[in-house]
């Protein structure tokens, strides 16, 4: 299985911040990841995908990244309604896999 | 307007079979670039995918669950249903189904719209 590593797990930031998160594939997922946004009570929402693609209706302040296994996600200028878990996903090949998590709390 | 309704029991017992129903609308079960995903989420932990259906009913599923599951549809009713074999009390999550899309070589994208999940409860 491939095995997603998320980083930080947590991660406390201000109104007006730029904060990125990490995920890093434990071997080659060409660009089929994407990354994902829960709040407490509610179901993911795609945000991006093909590991650089915004999805439709999601601000232009989330942008993807990739460089080989490592792949990014920036929030400029966070926003109150960003504060949430974000997860990444890698589906290149079974089973699809999700990384553990990074919580962005309000500092 | 893309909506995903999961149903099913909210309690079972170790050992029973769980099945739940994923009734969707706004796209159809057939369409060559959709399929249908099975997610689940264990109470403050992360996602973890069970299974999923694609348009030409190729199946696939997580192979650690150990056999215990199985996706089918009905296309003529847009539902997907999820059967899980011998639950356990570690079992016990927030079930969600999600529609898959595929790109133009039919690999999978991303699950770009999810139901509002089922808590499922695994206790005697």
């Known amino acids: 299985d491939i095995r997603l590593t998320q980083s930080p797990s947590f991660l406390s930031a201000s109104v007006g911040d730029r904060v990125t998160i990490t995920c890093r594939a434990s071997?080659?997922?060409?660009?089929?990841l994407a990354w994902y946004q829960q709040k407490p009570g509610e179901a993911p929402k795609l945000l991006i995908y093909a590991a650089s693609t915004l999805q439709r209706g999601v601000p232009s302040r989330f942008s993807g990244s990739a460089s080989g296994t490592e792949f990014t996600l920036t929030v400029n200028s966070l926003q109150p309604e960003d504060f949430a878990t974000y997860y990444c996903?890698?589906?290149?090949?079974?089973?699809?896999?999700f990384g553990g998590g990074t919580k962005v709390e309000i500092k | 307007q893309v909506t995903l309704n999961e149903s099913g029991p909210v309690l079972v017992k170790p050992t029973e079979t769980l099945a739940l129903t994923c009734s969707v609308s706004g796209f159809s079960l057939t369409n060559p670039y959709m399929g249908v995903s099975w997610i689940r989420q264990p109470p403050g932990k992360a996602l973890e995918w069970l299974a999923h259906?694609?348009?030409?009913?190729?199946?696939s599923y997580n192979t650690s669950l150990k056999g215990r599951l199985t996706i089918s549809r009905d296309t003529s009713k847009s539902h997907v249903v999820l059967t899980m074999t011998n639950m356990d009390p570690e079992d016990t999550a927030t079930y969600y189904c999600?529609?898959?899309?595929?790109?133009?070589?039919?690999?999978?994208?991303?699950?770009?719209?999810w139901g509002q999940g089922t808590v499922v409860t695994v206790s005697t």
């Open positions: 996903q890698q589906l290149n090949s079974y089973p699809v896999t």
């Open positions: 071997r080659g997922i060409s660009s089929y």
């Open positions: 259906i694609l348009p030409n009913d190729e199946k």
């Open positions: 999600a529609r898959t899309l595929l790109d133009y070589s039919f690999a999978i994208d991303a699950f770009d719209f």
